[in-house]
Every structure is written in C-alpha cells, then in structure tokens.
C-alpha cells in the first residue's frame, strides 16, 4: 500500500468514526485549531485510528521515531481538517447531480454529406450493361 492509498484510508475510518459518533465526540473539550483547521486534537485522532485502521499501528512506532509531536503526524497523514465541514462538503458532493461533459467548441466540422441518388430501377451507381455480342 503506497502512502497516497493510506491517506484516503484513514481520512474514509476517521470520517466514518466521527460520523457515527459526533454526537458524544462534538461536546467533548478536544477541540483544537492547528493551522487554521478546527478539529478534535491529534493525540485523539491517532487514538481512534490506531483501533480503527489495523495498518496504521504497524507504521506507528516508525512513524513516532521520525516524529514524535503528534499534530505534525497528523498533517502528514492529511488528517488536519474539520470533520464536520468534510462531511458537509462530501453529502454536497453525491447530492450534485452528475452532468455529461459538453461537447467541445473545437471539433473539426463535418463535410456535409452528398444527398444520395435515386436509383428506381435498383441497377446500381456504376452498372454497366454487358455488350451484345
């Protein structure tokens, strides 16, 4: 698993976890702001994911001896963001409706097409009569 692979994997687990349990985890007095993000504080959110994503445990230990200060872990892991604008944003992103892309402006016109002949008798454009012989 490439790190991009665990980054998606762990922000759907903590996206998910707080989903379901927003109710008790928004009264908690865990909020933080770290650059400018709102959002519960690292030591929780390593602490939930560690029980939540089975692969992030095996890295912990390598992760915590490259660093060791918890909100800088989490900004690597792409984790640093408000959950509840996250959620917000993601119910918008599958109500939009899916468009299909217009055509382009920049396609070449068409040749307009000869009308196409008559041929009552069914001969055939380029028939030829045999010769009498």
């Given at each position: 698993?490439?790190?991009?692979?665990?980054?998606?994997?762990?922000?759907?687990?903590?996206?998910?976890?707080?989903?379901?349990?927003?109710?008790?985890?928004?009264?908690?007095?865990?909020?933080?702001?770290?650059?400018?993000?709102?959002?519960?504080?690292?030591?929780?959110?390593?602490?939930?994911?560690?029980?939540?994503?089975?692969?992030?445990?095996?890295?912990?230990?390598?992760?915590?001896?490259?660093?060791?200060?918890?909100?800088?872990?989490?900004?690597a892991l792409g984790l640093n963001f408000d959950p509840e604008q996250e959620l917000n944003h993601?119910?918008?992103k599958a109500e939009t409706p899916k468009y299909l892309p217009a055509s382009s402006a920049t396609?070449?016109?068409?040749?307009?097409?000869?009308?196409?002949?008559?041929?009552?008798?069914?001969?055939?454009?380029?028939?030829?009569?045999?010769?009498?012989?």
């Amino acid at each position: 698993m490439n790190i991009d692979q665990l980054r998606r994997s762990l922000k759907d687990r903590w996206l998910d976890y707080y989903e379901a349990n927003r109710s008790w985890i928004s009264r908690l007095s865990i909020w933080v702001s770290c650059e400018g993000k709102r959002r519960p504080s690292s030591s929780f959110i390593l602490g939930v994911l560690s029980t939540e994503e089975p692969r992030l445990t095996e890295m912990l230990p390598l992760i915590v001896d490259l660093s060791n200060h918890p909100d800088r872990i989490v900004v690597a892991l792409g984790l640093n963001f408000d959950p509840e604008q996250e959620l917000n944003h993601k119910q918008l992103k599958a109500e939009t409706p899916k468009y299909l892309p217009a055509s382009s402006a920049t396609e070449a016109p068409q040749k307009p097409r000869r009308p196409a002949e008559v041929d009552e008798a069914c001969e055939g454009r380029n028939r030829t009569t045999p010769s009498p012989q």
